[in-house]
């Protein structure tokens, strides 16, 4: 049997490193796999495929930055003439980027049945391109792979069940098997001279919060303003944003340690170690709670909302910055930590259901 992957952003990688070493372990499954290059720098792409042993892919697609139209549609294109090459019996797609929409669509119109890891998870904001293309994806996918119970009753609220399967979340499988690994191999806390609860670790990327400056502003006012060292490693989008609307003034703050985006060991031994971290990232605020530390998003809403059930994660945006401020001198940490994520074996029950498929 043959899989198509389509992956072509960083938590793309991450998401897809624990499956395909599966598909290629001596596998009845063979993997073709696809980056649509998406991400493209090296410390968002090839970092991964070398750190998490993913194998080069089949096919690269370069695709590159572009408008959401654009750059999907290029996709497509591309896509489609692959699947038409390799006649793959199923296409399988993570998450919920324009990678993920544009495998699934092309793989739908020439009938081949699709696979999506991380289906279900809702934000009930359309004007999200995310949302628009995981609502899309999922209503075009056979196996429906879905990382919470929450994400099972979303989709049935939209009136899919069949197919659907609840197996965990495979960023926990991940953040298992390479949370010590990290800890042995990084020594990105004495690199930036941080120590273990004493800073916070920050990430920015949402367009919402990139692409208004006001929103923008209030953000990085406010981790100026925090009474710790503040680690923030830039995602490249943020960096053009506060280039392009002049804030880099408010990178100067003594507390800020910006830095370059980090390799996935170094972000799980930052992540673990810091006091509070501060993020709009979906992947993020998971590994918080994964690593049982608490968590401010920086957003109006999110899909992960058992994990602001558990007391775990408390949702913080706003144009003035002083309700952040606020969100973390209210952190309480809770004394329970239930189980979200599954069991860690997600990517094994997901390769146990695309083997029993018989073309
Ligand atoms: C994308 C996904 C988002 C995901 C995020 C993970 C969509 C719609 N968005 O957002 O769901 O959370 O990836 O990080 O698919 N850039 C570079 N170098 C790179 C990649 C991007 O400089 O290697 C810059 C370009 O200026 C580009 C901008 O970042 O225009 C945004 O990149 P893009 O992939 O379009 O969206 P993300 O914000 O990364
Ligand atoms: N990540 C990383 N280096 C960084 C920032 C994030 O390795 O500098 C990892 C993080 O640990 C998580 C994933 O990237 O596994 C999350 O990706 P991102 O925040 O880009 O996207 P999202 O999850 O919001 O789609």
Redesign the pocket.
């Known amino acids: 049997m043959k899989v198509l992957t389509v992956v ?4 793309q990688f991450i998401k897809a490193c624990m499956l395909s070493r599966l598909f290629n372990n001596g596998s009845e499954i063979e993997e073709i796999l696809v980056h649509t290059g ?4 090296s410390n ?2 090839d970092v991964f495929f070398k750190q998490l042993q993913i194998p080069k892919p089949n096919y690269h697609l370069g695709v ?3 408008s ?1 139209g654009r ?1 999907t549609g290029k996709m497509l294109i591309e896509i489609e003439n692959i699947i038409l090459a390799e006649n793959p019996d199923i296409v399988l797609v993570y ?6 929409l544009a495998g699934s669509l092309a793989a739908s119109k020439l009938h081949v049945p699709i696979a999506h890891v991380e289906a279900g998870l809702r934000s009930f904001n359309k004007k999200m ?2 949302e628009v ?1 995981r609502l899309l994806t999922d209503h075009l996918s056979t196996w429906l792979f879905c990382p919470t119970a929450d994400a099972i009753k979303n989709l049935k609220c939209e009136g899919i069940e069949k197919g659907v399967y609840l197996t965990g979340d495979i960023m926990y499988d991940a953040t298992l098997h390479y949370r010590n690994i990290a800890l042995k191999h990084s020594d990105i806390l004495s690199q930036l001279k941080v120590s273990p609860r004493d800073y916070y670790l920050a990430t920015i ?3 919402e919060n ?1 692409d208004n400056p006001n929103k923008l502003k209030a953000l990085l006012t406010a981790l100026g303003e925090l009474d710790k060292s503040v680690v923030l490693p830039l ?3 943020t ?2 944003k506060i280039e392009f609307y002049n804030l880099q003034k408010l990178l100067s703050s003594s507390n800020i340690r910006v830095v370059e985006p980090l390799d996935y060991f170094d972000m799980l031994a930052l992540e673990s170690a810091a006091e509070i971290i501060l993020t709009d ?3 993020v605020q998971k590994e918080a709670y994964m690593l049982e530390v608490p968590c401010i998003t920086l957003r109006d809403e999110t899909e992960w909302t058992e994990t602001v059930q558990a007391g775990w994660n408390t949702l913080a945006n706003s144009l003035d910055y002083k309700t952040i401020l606020k969100a973390v001198s209210d952190i309480k940490v809770p004394n329970n930590h239930p189980l979200l994520f599954g069991d860690g074996a997600t990517a094994n029950k997901i390769y146990n259901i695309l083997l029993a498929y018989k073309p």
């Not at 072509?8 to 938590?11: E, L, M, V």
């Open positions: 072509g952003a960083r938590p998406q991400h493209y720098d968002m792409s590159g930055s572009d959401h750059q998450g919920d980027t324009n990678s993920t391109p995310e293309n990327h949402r367009a990139t995602h490249p989008r960096k053009n990232s979906g992947g």
